[in-house]
Structure formats: C-alpha cells, structure tokens
C-alpha cells in the first residue's frame, strides 16, 4: 500500500521538498572584537585572595541586513569583574554570524534577535571562558541567557524614548 504523507507529517527520501528552504542556515560563525585587560596586574591577585569578586555582565545584539536573506548578527558580551575598587578584569567579546533566513516578514525580527543568538551562545560563552581562564582568573561561566525576554523587554513597543536594545540595524 502506497502512502502519501499529509502536509504535517515529516517527509522522507529525495521528492517533494527539494525546493523547499531550511527557514535558518548558519553560512559561518567568527570572533569580530576580542579586548581583555587586567589593569591591575599582578597585585589585584592578592586582592582576589582576601575578597570575593563582583562581576558585572551585560549582553547585547545587534544585526544587520547583508544582502537580499542573508545577515550577520552580533552577540555582544562585557564583564567587568572588580574586587573592592580595584578592576581585576575587562572583558569584551562581540561573537558574530551569518545567516541566511527563510521566513515571513513578520517572523524575521524575532529570528534575528532570539533564535540567531542562541545559536552564537555557547560558542561565545566557551571564549568567555577561556579567555578569562588564561587570563589567570576562573573561568567565567556565563548562565543561560533568556533572548526571548531580552527582546520583550527592549521591544519597540516600550515608548519609553530610548532605542529598542536589542537593534536590529538596516
């Protein structure tokens, strides 16, 4: 008996869907900015020893159009890590993509800025990481990030006068 799957069943083999898109496609992934200092060598190692550190993170995204479907989005990561008034650490990666996406207008702003980045996550999260392990610090290890709520928190709708965070560049 020769069936034919129904337009919600996943379909098999080389037919049908030949034409059909992947709706996200990662063409290549690259470091664009990496900065680290550590201003306070070497004596902010001691300081270290007798207090615990505080570290600040903030992270962004910003993308951009390259031509007809095809955008590079950037992750955007700082932290800035201080024992009492001493900078132990700063540490800023920009972690980018390209992609080329397959969707509905509608659908485009929130696949740049919440799908693309999650993406681009754990490998900037992995550079983090090292770098601040090489550094001479712990490795740094960044907790999940929510994009979903980053971008409903900074979507244009807030009216609040300031530009929407996270940007989506023309």
Same mark, same amino acid.
Not at 118 to 125: H, I, T
């Given at each position: 008996m020769n069936e034919t799957p129904s337009a919600?069943?996943?379909? /098999? !083999?080389?037919? !049908?869907?030949?034409?059909?898109? #992947? #709706?996200?496609? @990662?063409?290549?992934?690259?470091v664009k900015d990496l900065s680290f200092e550590v201003p306070g060598a070497p004596g902010v190692?001691?300081?270290?020893q007798q207090r615990?550190? &505080?570290i600040a993170i903030k992270v962004d995204v910003q993308a951009r159009?390259?031509? !007809?479907?095809?955008? &590079?989005?950037?992750? &955007? +990561?700082?932290?800035?890590?201080? +024992?009492?008034?001493a900078v132990a650490f700063i540490l800023e990666l920009s972690y980018a993509g390209v992609f080329t996406l397959n969707v509905t207008p509608d659908n485009l702003r929130p696949m740049?800025? @919440?799908e693309c980045?999650?993406?681009?996550f754990p490998?900037?999260?992995q550079i983090l990481a090292s770098t601040t392990l090489s550094g001479g610090f712990l490795p740094?290890?960044?907790?999940?990030?929510?994009?979903?709520?980053?971008?409903?928190?900074? /979507? #244009?709708?807030e009216g609040d006068g300031q530009p929407p965070q996270p940007t989506l560049l023309a």
């Amino acid at each position: 008996m020769n069936e034919t799957p129904s337009a919600d069943q996943p379909r /098999s !083999g080389n037919g !049908g869907d030949a034409g059909k898109q #992947p #709706p996200l496609q @990662i063409n290549a992934q690259y470091v664009k900015d990496l900065s680290f200092e550590v201003p306070g060598a070497p004596g902010v190692f001691a300081q270290l020893q007798q207090r615990p550190p &505080e570290i600040a993170i903030k992270v962004d995204v910003q993308a951009r159009n390259l031509e !007809g479907n095809v955008y &590079e989005v950037v992750l &955007e +990561t700082r932290a800035d890590c201080k +024992t009492g008034d001493a900078v132990a650490f700063i540490l800023e990666l920009s972690y980018a993509g390209v992609f080329t996406l397959n969707v509905t207008p509608d659908n485009l702003r929130p696949m740049l800025l @919440i799908e693309c980045p999650r993406m681009l996550f754990p490998f900037a999260r992995q550079i983090l990481a090292s770098t601040t392990l090489s550094g001479g610090f712990l490795p740094l290890m960044l907790g999940p990030v929510d994009f979903a709520a980053l971008y409903d928190q900074h /979507s #244009p709708a807030e009216g609040d006068g300031q530009p929407p965070q996270p940007t989506l560049l023309a």
